[in-house]
């Protein structure tokens, strides 16, 4: 089983104050995902990174696949409390030969105002 | 745009009775997956199709089974549901492998499953 860890599991900030997700693994994989999620709905795609040391930009979030395709990071910039919510990052194993995603156990972010 | 359409949304159900899922890709995505999400957990893969075989196949009790049908809709039917099911099940579609954007899965709003 490959597994994804991410870190923080729980993150209270100020609005206005950075931020930085990670997610890290000990096995290569194909392509990281970033997908945002609300309770009780699916999972919404914000970043796909394939490329290893890829940085990807969505407004104020940056999103950076590392060198070796281990491991990612989302950070975010002048948080604000609509950024509330469940991250997840999750990949495709390179070694799997298939397409299906290993999620991580989410960052349970909170922005308060 | 069009999005993953997943039907019920939500279902209840009593102990060892049976229950289908449905779920319809975006348009021209040709590649749908199912994941179980239990309450406080992360999404789970069960099984995928391409071109409607089976493609893989993950950690899908042997009382579920699914299939994809020539519109590239899927269907999973669970059968002697027990109370550990209850969960959220997502379907989620992408392009073909080989493609660009052959990793982009996106997910559908879910099936709350509830087993009582």
């Known amino acids: 089983t490959q597994l994804l860890e991410q870190s923080p599991q729980f993150l209270s900030i100020q609005e206005g104050e950075n931020l930085t997700v990670y997610c890290n693994s000990s096995s290569v994989f194909s392509s990281l995902q970033w997908y945002r999620q609300e309770p009780g709905e699916g999972p919404v795609l914000l970043v796909t990174v394939v490329t290893g040391g890829e940085v990807k930009k969505l407004k104020r979030l940056t999103f950076q696949f590392g060198d070796a395709r281990k491991d990612s990071s989302l950070h975010i910039t002048a948080a604000q409390p609509g950024d509330t919510g469940l991250y997840l990052c999750?990949?495709?194993?390179?070694?799997?030969?298939?397409?299906?995603?290993?999620f991580g156990k989410g960052t349970k972010l909170s922005v308060i105002p | 745009a069009a999005g993953v359409i997943q039907s019920p949304r939500h279902l209840i159900k009593e102990k060892r009775e049976t229950a289908t899922l449905k779920c319809y890709p975006i348009p021209r995505h040709d590649t749908v997956y199912w994941y179980q999400q239990g309450p406080g957990q992360d999404p789970q893969f069960l099984i995928s199709?391409?071109?409607?075989?089976?493609?893989d196949k993950g950690s899908i009790p042997d009382r579920f089974s699914a299939q994809q049908f020539s519109d590239y809709h899927s269907e999973l039917n669970m059968s002697s549901l027990e109370l550990g099911d209850s969960a959220l099940y997502f379907c989620a579609s992408s392009l073909a492998p080989g493609l660009a954007g052959e990793y982009e899965q996106y997910f559908g709003p879910g099936t709350r499953l509830t087993v009582t």
């Open positions: 999750a990949g495709v194993w390179s070694g799997a030969g298939s397409y299906q995603l290993t």
């Open positions: 199709f391409y071109e409607k075989m089976q493609s």
